[in-house]
C-alpha cells in the first residue's frame, strides 16, 4: 500500500501487470511490449491471415457482429466494415474520462492486445503504442457500456480517435483538439483497420478493470487511513484500548479484523507509545466504549479481507483474454465465447463498494461522539464559546449527508440486466455503472474520513496541555502544517480540501507507516486504560 515513486518505463506481457503498476502510469509513462509477447501477437495473426487467405468464413473477421452474425462481408468490404464498427459503436454519452483514466484504458487494452489471443497485426499495436507514448488519448464519454459485449462504446470512442476522427488530447497544446489534427502534430499516422482488428480493439472489460484498479488502490489506502484516524478518536474521547488486546482477536481469526486490531494497538497508548491523555484517565474505571470504538477492527477488518478478494480478481481480469472470437495460434483455431462478460469484476466491485462505504459509515458514527458534548466531555462541536460559534456543527452534516449517498450508491449495479442487440446479448453486466459509482463511493469516504480527522485532532487540541501518542502526534502535525487549529469559525470547506488530499496522497499513512509494521505487547495491567 505504500506510495511508490512512478516509473518512466512499463513492459508489458499480459500476464503480470498488477494494480500498483496500473496506478503508476502518469503524464510521462511509456509502454514497451516483451519479445515473448510480440511471438504471439505474429503468431496469432498469420492465423486471421490464413483464413482471409482460404476464404473462410470466420465470426468477426468477415461477418458482421452481434445479431449480423450470420451476414458474410465480401474480402473488398473487410476493412470498411472494421471502421464501420468503430464509428456505429463510438456511442458514448456524458462526461469524458480524465487523461489519467483514458491512459490506463489503453495501457490495459494494449495489455490484453500482447496476449496474442486477438489476432491484431503488429503494425496497429505498436501504433497504439505509439500513441500512448506520445500522449495522445481519445476523447472518452464514461457512459453507455453494459459490461457486455465488454466495454463496447467507450473502447470504440478510444480506437476513434486513433482512427483520426472524432477529438483526442494533444499533450502539445494540452487541450482536446480534431483527431486527425492531433496526429498529424505529433507524428503519428492514423490506423488503417485490417480484417478482425476493429474488434480486438473494442471488446473487452477494460473500462471496468481501469477503473476497478483505482477504486482498489485507493481503498487500500482508506482501510489503513481509517484506523489511524479513529485511534485519534479514541484517545480525543478518552476511550480504553482493551478491546484490540490480540486475545480477543485470535480468537476470531479474521485476518482483517486482526490487522487492523494490530493497526490499534501500534498507535494507541503503551508503555512503548504513552499517552498522557490516557494517563490522565486511567482511573476512570471505563470498561467499554461504543461500537464505533470498540469494533472498529470487526468493521475495519472486512474492508481489508474485502479488499484482497476483489484486488485478486481485478488483477485476474487485467491480465485476461476478453475479446472475441479468440485466435488460438497453437490449435490453429479461432473459437466464439464470451469473456468479454464483466460479471467477475463488476460483481467484485459492488461487493468493494459495500465494504469501503461501511468505513464512512462508522467514521460519521465517531464524529458525532466528537461534536456531542454529552458524549464526549468536550466543548460542543469542538469550538469554544458555542453559541457565538458553530464549530464543527456543519461539517458533521456533510458527513451525513455523504453517508446516505453511499447508502444509495452502495445498491448493486450488477444485479441489474437489460437484453440488447435483438436479444443475441441477452445477459450483461453492468459493469461500468458498479465501477464508476464504486469510485464515487471511494470519494465519499475520503471526504467523511477527512472530516474526521479534522474532529478528531481538534479533540486532541482540546486536551491540551496533555499529548497523545507519538505516532498519532506526527499525524496530528502534519495536518496541522495545512490546517491550524480551530479557534473561531472560518471558511471551512478549504480545510476539508486539505485533509481529503493529505488522506488521498497517503500523507496520512506515511506520517505513521513506520508505526504500524509493529506488534506492541499489552501485557501490563496499566496499559489498560
Same mark, same amino acid.
Given at each position: 500500500?505504500?506510495?511508490?515513486?512512478?516509473?518512466?518505463?512499463?513492459?508489458?506481457?499480459?500476464?503480470?501487470?498488477?494494480?500498483?503498476?496500473?496506478?503508476? /502510469?502518469?503524464?510521462?509513462?511509456?509502454?514497451? !511490449?516483451?519479445?515473448?509477447?510480440?511471438?504471439?501477437?505474429?503468431?496469432?495473426?498469420?492465423?486471421?491471415?490464413?483464413?482471409?487467405?482460404?476464404?473462410?468464413?470466420?465470426?468477426? !473477421?468477415? $461477418?458482421?457482429?452481434?445479431?449480423?452474425?450470420?451476414?458474410?462481408?465480401?474480402?473488398?468490404?473487410?476493412?470498411?466494415?472494421?471502421?464501420?464498427?468503430?464509428?456505429?459503436?463510438?456511442?458514448?454519452?456524458?462526461?469524458?474520462?480524465?487523461?489519467?483514466?483514458?491512459?490506463?484504458?489503453?495501457?490495459?487494452?494494449?495489455?490484453? =492486445?500482447?496476449?496474442?489471443?486477438?489476432?491484431?497485426?503488429?503494425?496497429?499495436?505498436?501504433?497504439?503504442?505509439?500513441?500512448?507514448?506520445?500522449?495522445? /488519448?481519445?476523447?472518452?464519454?464514461?457512459?453507455?457500456?453494459?459490461?457486455?459485449?465488454?466495454?463496447?462504446?467507450?473502447?470504440?470512442?478510444?480506437?476513434?480517435?486513433?482512427?483520426?476522427?472524432?477529438?483526442?488530447?494533444?499533450?502539445? %497544446?494540452?487541450?482536446?483538439?480534431? %483527431?486527425?489534427?492531433?496526429?498529424?502534430?505529433n507524428n503519428l499516422e492514423p490506423l488503417h483497420l485490417q480484417a478482425k482488428e476493429g474488434l480486438a480493439l473494442i471488446n473487452g472489460t477494460q473500462l471496468i478493470s481501469a477503473l476497478g484498479a483505482e477504486a482498489v488502490a485507493r481503498s487500500e489506502m482508506l482501510a489503513k $487511513?481509517?484506523?489511524? /484516524?479513529?485511534?485519534?478518536?479514541?484517545?480525543?474521547?478518552?476511550?480504553?484500548?482493551?478491546?484490540?488486546?490480540?486475545?480477543?482477536?485470535?480468537?476470531?481469526?479474521?485476518?482483517?479484523?486482526?490487522?487492523?486490531?494490530? @493497526?490499534?494497538?501500534?498507535? =494507541?497508548?503503551?508503555?512503548?507509545?504513552?499517552?498522557?491523555?490516557?494517563?490522565?484517565?486511567?482511573?476512570?474505571?471505563?470498561?467499554?466504549?461504543?461500537?464505533?470504538?470498540?469494533?472498529?477492527?470487526?468493521?475495519?477488518?472486512?474492508?481489508?479481507?474485502?479488499?484482497?478478494?476483489?484486488?485478486?480478481?481485478?488483477?485476474?481480469?487485467?491480465? %485476461?483474454?476478453?475479446?472475441?472470437?479468440?485466435?488460438?495460434?497453437?490449435?490453429?483455431? !479461432?473459437?466464439?465465447?464470451?469473456?468479454?462478460?464483466?460479471?467477475?469484476?463488476?460483481?467484485?466491485?459492488?461487493?468493494?463498494?459495500?465494504?469501503?462505504?461501511?468505513?464512512?459509515?462508522?467514521?460519521?458514527?465517531?464524529v458525532e461522539r466528537l461534536v456531542n458534548s454529552t458524549l464526549s466531555g468536550l466543548p460542543a462541536f469542538l469550538v469554544k464559546e458555542g453559541g457565538l460559534n458553530s464549530g464543527f456543527m456543519i461539517a458533521h452534516c456533510t458527513s451525513a449527508a455523504l453517508v446516505s449517498e453511499?447508502?444509495?450508491?452502495?445498491?448493486?449495479?450488477?444485479?441489474?440486466? /437489460?437484453?440488447?442487440?435483438?436479444?443475441?446479448?441477452?445477459?450483461?453486466?453492468?459493469?461500468?455503472?458498479?465501477?464508476?459509482?464504486?469510485?464515487?463511493?471511494?470519494?465519499?469516504?475520503?471526504?467523511? =474520513?477527512?472530516?474526521?480527522?479534522?474532529?478528531?485532532?481538534?479533540?486532541?487540541?482540546?486536551?491540551?496541555?496533555?499529548?497523545?501518542?507519538?505516532?498519532?502526534?506526527?499525524?496530528?502535525?502534519?495536518?496541522?502544517?495545512?490546517?491550524?487549529?480551530?479557534?473561531?469559525?472560518?471558511?471551512?470547506?478549504?480545510?476539508?480540501?486539505?485533509?481529503?488530499?493529505?488522506?488521498?496522497?497517503?500523507?496520512?499513512?506515511?506520517?505513521?507507516?513506520?508505526?504500524?509494521?509493529?506488534?506492541?505487547?499489552?501485557?501490563?495491567? @496499566?496499559?489498560?486504560?
Amino acid at each position: 500500500d505504500k506510495m511508490e515513486a512512478k516509473p518512466k518505463e512499463l513492459y508489458l506481457d499480459g500476464e503480470s501487470l498488477t494494480v500498483e503498476d496500473l496506478m503508476s /502510469i502518469h503524464a510521462d509513462s511509456t509502454i514497451h !511490449i516483451k519479445e515473448s509477447a510480440w511471438e504471439r501477437v505474429r503468431a496469432s495473426r498469420r492465423i486471421v491471415d490464413k483464413i482471409i487467405s482460404e476464404g473462410k468464413v470466420a465470426y468477426g !473477421i468477415n $461477418t458482421g457482429f452481434g445479431n449480423f452474425a450470420d451476414v458474410v462481408i465480401p474480402h473488398d468490404k473487410l476493412k470498411e466494415l472494421q471502421e464501420n464498427l468503430i464509428r456505429s459503436h463510438a456511442a458514448g454519452v456524458g462526461p469524458a474520462l480524465s487523461l489519467d483514466r483514458a491512459k490506463r484504458l489503453l495501457a490495459l487494452r494494449i495489455n490484453v =492486445l500482447a496476449k496474442g489471443y486477438s489476432g491484431i497485426s503488429e503494425k496497429t499495436l505498436r501504433q497504439l503504442i505509439d500513441a500512448f507514448n506520445a500522449g495522445c /488519448i481519445g476523447y472518452i464519454p464514461e457512459q453507455g457500456t453494459l459490461g457486455a459485449s465488454g466495454d463496447l462504446a467507450p473502447l470504440a470512442h478510444l480506437a476513434l480517435g486513433l482512427m483520426g476522427e472524432g477529438q483526442m488530447w494533444n499533450p502539445k %497544446s494540452k487541450s482536446w483538439q480534431p %483527431s486527425a489534427q492531433v496526429l498529424k502534430e505529433n507524428n503519428l499516422e492514423p490506423l488503417h483497420l485490417q480484417a478482425k482488428e476493429g474488434l480486438a480493439l473494442i471488446n473487452g472489460t477494460q473500462l471496468i478493470s481501469a477503473l476497478g484498479a483505482e477504486a482498489v488502490a485507493r481503498s487500500e489506502m482508506l482501510a489503513k $487511513t481509517a484506523d489511524i /484516524i479513529c485511534a485519534i478518536t479514541l484517545d480525543a474521547l478518552e476511550g480504553t484500548v482493551k478491546a484490540y488486546d490480540p486475545q480477543i482477536h485470535n480468537a476470531r481469526p479474521h485476518k482483517g479484523q486482526i490487522r487492523s486490531a494490530q @493497526h490499534m494497538r501500534s498507535l =494507541l497508548h503503551s508503555a512503548t507509545y504513552p499517552s498522557t491523555i490516557s494517563l490522565n484517565h486511567a482511573n476512570c474505571n471505563r470498561v467499554q466504549d461504543a461500537y464505533s470504538l470498540r469494533c472498529a477492527p470487526q468493521v475495519h477488518g472486512v474492508a481489508y479481507d474485502t479488499l484482497a478478494f476483489v484486488k485478486g480478481i481485478i488483477e485476474t481480469e487485467m491480465n %485476461s483474454a476478453t475479446d472475441n472470437p479468440m485466435v488460438f495460434a497453437d490449435t490453429e483455431m !479461432i473459437l466464439s465465447g464470451g469473456n468479454f462478460h464483466g460479471e467477475f469484476p463488476s460483481k467484485a466491485l459492488d461487493y468493494l463498494a459495500i465494504a469501503v462505504h461501511e468505513l464512512a459509515n462508522i467514521s460519521e458514527r465517531r464524529v458525532e461522539r466528537l461534536v456531542n458534548s454529552t458524549l464526549s466531555g468536550l466543548p460542543a462541536f469542538l469550538v469554544k464559546e458555542g453559541g457565538l460559534n458553530s464549530g464543527f456543527m456543519i461539517a458533521h452534516c456533510t458527513s451525513a449527508a455523504l453517508v446516505s449517498e453511499n447508502k444509495t450508491l452502495a445498491h448493486p449495479a450488477s444485479i441489474d440486466s /437489460i437484453p440488447t442487440s435483438a436479444e443475441k446479448e441477452d445477459h450483461v453486466s453492468m459493469g461500468g455503472w458498479a465501477a464508476r459509482k464504486c469510485l464515487k463511493i471511494v470519494e465519499n469516504v475520503e471526504n467523511v =474520513l477527512a472530516i474526521e480527522l479534522l474532529a478528531a485532532c481538534q479533540g486532541i487540541d482540546l486536551r491540551r496541555p496533555l499529548r497523545t501518542t507519538e505516532p498519532l502526534e506526527a499525524v496530528h502535525a502534519l495536518l496541522r502544517t495545512k490546517v491550524a487549529t480551530w479557534e473561531k469559525d472560518r471558511y471551512l470547506h478549504p480545510d476539508i480540501e486539505a485533509a481529503a488530499e493529505m488522506i488521498r496522497s497517503g500523507q496520512v499513512v506515511a506520517a505513521v507507516e513506520r508505526f504500524l509494521r509493529q506488534e506492541i505487547v499489552l501485557s501490563a495491567h @496499566h496499559e489498560y486504560h
